[in-house]
T-cell receptor
């Protein structure tokens, strides 16, 4: 089955700086890679996703890059704000199949 | 994005009782649903997957007679924890995926915090 690893487990950045979270996956057949943000006591919220036919996708301050050859993908958050503080999960799947989640990254943005 | 509601948000029950958690998709038809549990500071653990009108497929180690899942319609799924015990205390989260453009991803509910005394 698929195995997704996520690093780092915790990340602290100063407000305004950038944050980068990286994930690797094992199954080369995986073709869909979403990122979720989970605030304390709430369900995960989809923030951005990327499919295997695209190398990069950007939505305002958030971007995701995908390297299919190396089987890794990354979340980039620029100009971080305190409200970006949360736990972020990556996931990998084949479209229409179950998600395999990373172990999560706790991001703290220091004002 | 799609909106998923979950009820109740928190429940406290005595050991041995049963608890039902409802999950509804509010603005799309959910053909596939997933139930997860999440322990503090851990990732999401898939419990089961089901398609509307079909029996759920449970992950290894998840007791189907203990965690009853009913995917009643394209907008409603329920999880019943039967004869709950303290070790069942956890954060339970549902998610749905849809059809067409909504088939790729999963939309999560806000979660239910279950505490079994």
């Amino acid at each position: 089955g698929e195995n997704v690893e996520q690093h780092p487990s915790t990340l602290s950045v100063q407000e305004g700086d950038s944050a980068v979270i990286k994930c690797t996956y094992s199954d080369s057949a995986s073709n869909y890679f979403p990122w979720y943000k989970q605030e304390l006591g709430k369900g995960p919220q989809l923030i951005i996703d990327i499919r295997s036919n695209v190398g990069e996708k950007k939505d305002q301050r958030i971007a995701v890059t995908l390297n299919k050859t190396a089987k890794h993908f990354s979340l980039h958050i620029t100009e971080t704000q305190p409200e970006d503080s949360a736990v972020y999960f990556c996931a990998a799947s084949k479209v229409g199949n179950q998600f395999y989640f990373g172990t999560g990254t706790s991001l703290t943005v220091i004002p | 994005g799609a909106v998923v509601s979950q009820h109740p948000s928190r429940v406290i029950c005595k050991s041995g009782t049963s608890v039902k958690i409802e999950c509804r998709s509010l603005d799309f038809q959910a053909t596939t649903m997933f139930w997860y549990r999440q322990f503090p500071k851990q990732s999401l653990m898939l419990m089961a997957t089901s398609n509307e009108g079909s029996k759920a497929t449970y992950e290894q180690g998840v007791e189907k007679d203990k965690f009853l899942i009913n995917h009643a319609s394209l907008t409603l799924s329920t999880l019943t924890v039967t004869s709950a015990h303290p070790e069942d205390s956890s954060f339970y989260i549902c998610s749905f995926s849809g059809t067409g453009g909504l088939a790729d991803t999963q939309y999560f509910g806000p979660g239910t915090r279950l505490t079994v005394l």
